[in-house]
Protein backbone atom coordinates (compact mmCIF):
# COMPACT_ATOMS: atom_id res chain seq x y z
CA UNK A 1 0.00 0.00 0.00
CA UNK A 2 1.10 3.73 -0.83
CA UNK A 3 2.68 5.45 2.28
CA UNK A 4 0.38 8.45 2.10
CA UNK A 5 2.58 10.25 4.77
CA UNK A 6 5.18 9.64 2.73
CA UNK A 7 4.03 11.08 0.11
CA UNK A 8 2.54 14.33 1.42
CA UNK A 9 6.56 14.64 3.35
CA UNK A 10 8.15 13.99 0.28
CA UNK A 11 6.25 16.62 -1.70
CA UNK A 12 6.61 19.46 0.99
CA UNK A 13 2.65 19.88 1.75
CA UNK A 14 3.00 19.26 5.39
CA UNK A 15 3.95 22.65 5.97
CA UNK A 16 1.38 23.79 3.39
CA UNK A 17 -1.13 21.89 5.38
CA UNK A 18 -0.07 23.35 8.66
CA UNK A 19 -0.50 26.46 7.92
CA UNK A 20 -4.12 25.98 6.47
CA UNK A 21 -6.96 27.05 8.49
CA UNK A 22 -8.74 24.43 10.62
CA UNK A 23 -10.63 22.34 8.57
CA UNK A 24 -13.66 19.58 9.58
CA UNK A 25 -11.88 17.17 7.33
CA UNK A 26 -13.33 13.25 8.64
CA UNK A 27 -10.63 11.14 10.25
CA UNK A 28 -11.25 7.92 12.76
CA UNK A 29 -8.46 6.94 15.14
CA UNK A 30 -8.50 3.71 16.57
CA UNK A 31 -6.61 3.16 19.59
CA UNK A 32 -6.44 -0.53 21.49
CA UNK A 33 -5.35 -2.65 24.43
CA UNK A 34 -2.65 -4.87 23.22
CA UNK A 35 -4.52 -7.97 22.06
CA UNK A 36 -7.30 -6.13 20.23
CA UNK A 37 -7.79 -6.56 16.33
CA UNK A 38 -7.51 -3.81 15.51
CA UNK A 39 -5.55 -3.64 12.05
CA UNK A 40 -8.75 -6.18 11.31
CA UNK A 41 -11.01 -3.57 12.16
CA UNK A 42 -9.65 -0.74 10.59
CA UNK A 43 -9.24 -2.47 7.56
CA UNK A 44 -13.03 -3.63 7.77
CA UNK A 45 -13.99 0.05 8.62
CA UNK A 46 -12.16 1.13 5.66
CA UNK A 47 -13.56 -1.39 3.43
CA UNK A 48 -17.14 -0.14 4.33
CA UNK A 49 -16.58 3.47 3.74
CA UNK A 50 -15.08 3.16 0.81
CA UNK A 51 -17.98 0.89 -0.18
CA UNK A 52 -20.70 3.26 0.96
CA UNK A 53 -18.80 6.27 -1.36
CA UNK A 54 -19.08 4.95 -4.34
CA UNK A 55 -16.75 3.75 -7.09
CA UNK A 56 -16.26 7.18 -8.49
CA UNK A 57 -15.71 9.04 -5.38
CA UNK A 58 -12.36 10.94 -5.09
CA UNK A 59 -12.00 11.37 -1.59
CA UNK A 60 -11.40 7.89 -0.66
CA UNK A 61 -10.84 6.65 2.57
CA UNK A 62 -7.50 5.00 3.85
CA UNK A 63 -6.19 3.02 6.67
CA UNK A 64 -2.94 3.96 8.08
CA UNK A 65 -0.96 2.58 10.70
CA UNK A 66 3.11 1.95 10.54
CA UNK A 67 3.37 4.88 8.09
CA UNK A 68 3.56 7.44 10.79
CA UNK A 69 6.09 6.32 12.13
CA UNK A 70 8.01 5.67 8.61
CA UNK A 71 7.49 9.23 7.67
CA UNK A 72 8.57 10.45 11.25
CA UNK A 73 11.58 8.49 10.81
CA UNK A 74 12.16 10.56 7.74
CA UNK A 75 11.76 13.28 8.71
CA UNK A 76 14.45 12.76 11.48
CA UNK A 77 16.73 10.73 9.33
CA UNK A 78 16.21 7.93 11.96
CA UNK A 79 15.51 4.59 12.14
CA UNK A 80 11.20 3.45 12.90
CA UNK A 81 12.60 1.01 15.37
CA UNK A 82 14.29 4.17 17.06
CA UNK A 83 11.45 5.97 16.72
CA UNK A 84 9.68 3.60 18.29
CA UNK A 85 11.60 2.93 20.97
CA UNK A 86 12.00 6.50 22.13
CA UNK A 87 8.10 7.10 22.06
CA UNK A 88 7.62 4.24 24.58
CA UNK A 89 10.18 5.56 26.73
CA UNK A 90 7.13 8.81 27.66
CA UNK A 91 8.58 10.89 30.10
CA UNK A 92 11.82 8.89 30.95
CA UNK A 93 12.68 9.50 27.82
CA UNK A 94 12.86 13.38 28.63
CA UNK A 95 15.14 12.45 31.04
CA UNK A 96 17.40 10.35 29.00
CA UNK A 97 18.04 13.49 27.05
CA UNK A 98 19.30 15.40 29.24
CA UNK A 99 22.04 12.32 30.19
CA UNK A 100 22.66 12.14 26.48
CA UNK A 101 22.28 15.44 24.98
CA UNK A 102 26.25 16.41 24.30
CA UNK A 103 26.66 12.85 22.70
CA UNK A 104 27.15 12.55 18.73
CA UNK A 105 24.04 12.09 16.43
CA UNK A 106 21.53 12.50 19.65
CA UNK A 107 17.65 13.21 18.84
CA UNK A 108 16.03 15.02 21.80
CA UNK A 109 12.76 13.06 22.81
CA UNK A 110 10.93 16.16 22.75
CA UNK A 111 12.19 16.55 19.35
CA UNK A 112 10.40 13.09 18.28
CA UNK A 113 7.32 14.11 20.29
CA UNK A 114 6.92 17.21 17.92
CA UNK A 115 7.64 15.65 14.48
CA UNK A 116 4.71 12.62 15.70
CA UNK A 117 2.61 15.39 16.49
CA UNK A 118 3.36 17.42 12.97
CA UNK A 119 2.93 13.92 11.30
CA UNK A 120 -0.46 13.04 12.34
CA UNK A 121 -1.60 16.67 12.52
CA UNK A 122 -0.73 16.69 9.08
CA UNK A 123 -2.80 13.58 7.69
CA UNK A 124 -5.66 15.03 9.62
CA UNK A 125 -5.91 18.08 7.46
CA UNK A 126 -6.13 15.63 4.56
CA UNK A 127 -9.06 13.83 6.05
CA UNK A 128 -10.56 10.46 5.05
CA UNK A 129 -8.15 8.42 7.36
CA UNK A 130 -8.70 5.93 9.53
CA UNK A 131 -5.14 6.27 11.75
CA UNK A 132 -4.79 3.40 13.88
CA UNK A 133 -2.20 4.29 18.00
CA UNK A 134 0.73 6.35 17.94
CA UNK A 135 -1.37 8.71 20.20
CA UNK A 136 -3.40 9.99 17.66
CA UNK A 137 -6.28 10.48 19.91
CA UNK A 138 -3.80 12.81 22.03
CA UNK A 139 -2.98 14.75 19.27
CA UNK A 140 -6.43 15.22 17.67
CA UNK A 141 -8.85 15.36 20.88
CA UNK A 142 -11.29 18.16 20.51
CA UNK A 143 -10.24 18.21 16.37
CA UNK A 144 -13.13 19.51 14.13
CA UNK A 145 -14.81 16.13 12.20
CA UNK A 146 -12.98 13.33 14.46
CA UNK A 147 -14.24 10.28 15.76
CA UNK A 148 -11.90 8.41 18.75
CA UNK A 149 -12.22 4.70 19.34
CA UNK A 150 -10.91 2.85 21.94
CA UNK A 151 -10.67 -1.31 21.40
CA UNK A 152 -10.48 -2.70 25.29
CA UNK A 153 -11.24 -6.24 26.63
CA UNK A 154 -10.73 -7.91 29.56
CA UNK A 155 -7.18 -9.58 29.98
CA UNK A 156 -7.61 -13.37 30.25
CA UNK A 157 -9.31 -13.01 26.39
CA UNK A 158 -6.43 -10.87 25.66
CA UNK A 159 -4.24 -13.90 26.72
CA UNK A 160 -5.96 -16.25 24.27
CA UNK A 161 -5.73 -14.15 21.46
CA UNK A 162 -2.36 -13.12 21.72
CA UNK A 163 -1.50 -17.14 21.93
CA UNK A 164 -3.77 -17.70 19.13
CA UNK A 165 -2.46 -15.08 17.43
CA UNK A 166 1.48 -14.99 18.03
CA UNK A 167 1.83 -18.61 18.94
CA UNK A 168 3.35 -18.35 22.38
CA UNK A 169 2.45 -19.34 25.62
CA UNK A 170 0.01 -17.68 28.31
CA UNK A 171 2.89 -16.47 30.79
CA UNK A 172 4.58 -14.40 27.56
CA UNK A 173 1.33 -13.19 26.04
CA UNK A 174 0.44 -12.05 29.63
CA UNK A 175 4.42 -10.22 29.71
CA UNK A 176 3.38 -8.74 26.02
CA UNK A 177 0.56 -7.27 26.73
CA UNK A 178 1.57 -5.84 30.41
CA UNK A 179 4.47 -4.15 28.67
CA UNK A 180 2.79 -3.15 25.50
CA UNK A 181 0.19 -1.34 27.47
CA UNK A 182 2.40 0.29 29.36
CA UNK A 183 4.32 1.60 26.66
CA UNK A 184 1.34 3.24 24.91
CA UNK A 185 -0.29 4.50 28.19
CA UNK A 186 3.53 6.18 28.28
CA UNK A 187 3.38 7.31 24.84
CA UNK A 188 -0.36 9.33 25.26
CA UNK A 189 1.07 10.66 28.40
CA UNK A 190 4.18 12.19 26.82
CA UNK A 191 1.99 13.86 24.38
CA UNK A 192 -0.81 14.69 26.93
CA UNK A 193 2.28 15.91 29.45
CA UNK A 194 -0.08 14.50 32.08
CA UNK A 195 -1.65 11.27 33.12
CA UNK A 196 -4.02 9.33 30.75
CA UNK A 197 -7.56 10.89 30.30
CA UNK A 198 -9.94 8.29 29.09
CA UNK A 199 -12.64 10.70 28.28
CA UNK A 200 -10.33 11.54 25.36
CA UNK A 201 -12.20 9.11 23.81
CA UNK A 202 -15.23 9.24 22.05
CA UNK A 203 -16.47 5.76 22.66
CA UNK A 204 -15.31 2.08 24.09
CA UNK A 205 -16.11 -1.19 22.63
CA UNK A 206 -15.25 -4.85 24.13
CA UNK A 207 -14.08 -6.96 21.62
CA UNK A 208 -14.60 -9.67 24.25
CA UNK A 209 -18.24 -9.30 23.92
CA UNK A 210 -18.58 -7.70 20.87
CA UNK A 211 -17.95 -9.52 17.01
CA UNK A 212 -15.56 -6.92 14.67
CA UNK A 213 -18.92 -6.59 11.96
CA UNK A 214 -21.17 -4.85 14.98
CA UNK A 215 -17.88 -2.97 16.31
CA UNK A 216 -17.53 -1.77 12.32
CA UNK A 217 -21.70 -0.83 12.43
CA UNK A 218 -21.17 0.78 15.68
CA UNK A 219 -18.57 3.43 14.73
CA UNK A 220 -20.48 3.70 10.92
CA UNK A 221 -23.71 4.53 12.92
CA UNK A 222 -22.06 7.06 15.18
CA UNK A 223 -20.06 9.01 12.02
CA UNK A 224 -23.37 8.85 9.88
CA UNK A 225 -24.92 10.50 13.14
CA UNK A 226 -21.81 12.89 13.52
CA UNK A 227 -22.30 13.66 10.06
CA UNK A 228 -18.83 12.59 8.72
CA UNK A 229 -20.01 10.71 6.38
Known amino acids: MENLLLKYMGEGLSKELAQAPLAKKPIVTISRE ?13 DALNKRA ?17 SAAKELQLNPADVKYLLSMGEKGLLEDFLV ?11 VKHTLIKVVNTIAQAGHVVLIGRGSAAILHG ?3 SLHIRLQ ?5 RIKFVCE ?39 AFNCASLSKHKIVQGILGMMEAGEML
Request: proline letters at 5%.
Open 143 to 145: RPG
Open 54 to 70: GEHDIKKWKFINKEVLE
Open 34 to 46: YGCPSKLIAQMLT
Open 153 to 157: APVEW
Open 165 to 203: MRGVGADEARHMIESTDKKRTALYELILGKKLDPYIFDA
Open 101 to 111: SFSAGYVSNLK
